[in-house]
């Protein structure tokens, strides 16, 4: 069973506590909401109200779906309220504190969290549904990008003790509006040896940016290429872009 999205950075999972020692996670969540409907800025124009998470549950996969995945190995989950959620400190580099945060979804307006467990592959993966006001989905994007410059590593505590997670770059899939695609890999505590792989494809479509979250241990974890364009297709198709 892979770790949820609901715990936070460093959190651990139902698999094994100590691989599951760095999830990437920020320690607190966006605040979501349901609402919908146009609203008028002040020159008169009309402005699309960003995606409820009821629409962005809506755009999620369904059982029978995606392949190699057994009717109810796949999951939805919302955001923890803010009261149940675990606090940690943050993170070492303020730079991937906020790089953190925007895969996250931290701060948009409705967020959902799909979790995929694939059969034969117990590190499983997850996805980041995150809506947002028109305009703050580009300068959120933005704001990761510049993030990513400067994040190369950084240094956390969790719920197994201290961590440190180093970043590489890789080649993005022309997805979307714009996308970038990164890995990170953790050294394991002394008694689980081997590296904690995983691998985070970042995509904005319109209003939204979708995060796509792949784990191994011991070996290379790679997210379903033809996953990441469907559900891209699908929030393009929602968004009528």
Not at 10 to 34: E, F, K, N, Q
Not at 143 to 157: I, M, V
Request: aromatic content about 6%; hydrophobic content about 40%.
């Amino acid at each position: 069973m892979h770790v949820s999205k609901l715990w936070p950075i460093s959190a651990v999972g139902p698999v094994v506590a100590v691989v599951l020692m760095a999830s990437g996670c920020s320690a607190g969540r966006g605040a979501t909401s349901d609402s919908a409907g146009p609203r008028a800025t002040a020159s008169g124009k009309a402005v699309a109200a960003p995606m409820t998470r009821a629409q962005l549950r809506a755009l999620t996969f369904k059982d029978g779906e995606v392949p190699g995945v057994d009717k109810g190995g796949l999951s939805l989950q919302d955001p923890q309220p803010e009261d149940e959620r675990p606090s940690f400190p943050p993170v070492s580099d303020p730079h991937c504190q906020a790089m953190l945060d925007i895969r996250e979804g931290e701060r948009a307006s409705a967020v959902v969290y799909q979790v995929f467990n694939w059969k034969g592959d117990i590190w499983g993966g997850d996805s980041t549904l995150a809506a947002y006001g028109d305009g703050k989905a580009a300068q959120a994007f933005s704001q990761l990008k510049q993030a990513l410059d400067d994040c190369h590593s950084y240094e956390g505590t969790g719920y197994v003790g201290k961590f440190k997670a180093t970043l590489t770059m890789e080649q993005a899939p022309h997805v979307g509006d714009e996308a970038v695609r990164f890995r990170e890999t953790v050294p394991m505590h002394m008694k689980q040896p081997g590296i904690r792989n995983e691998q985070f494809t970042v995509v904005r479509v319109g209003n939204t940016i979708v995060t796509f979250q792949k784990l191994n241990v011991g070996g290379k974890a790679t997210f379903p290429a033809d996953l990441v364009t469907r559900q891209v297709a699908r929030l393009q198709k929602a968004q009528r872009l």
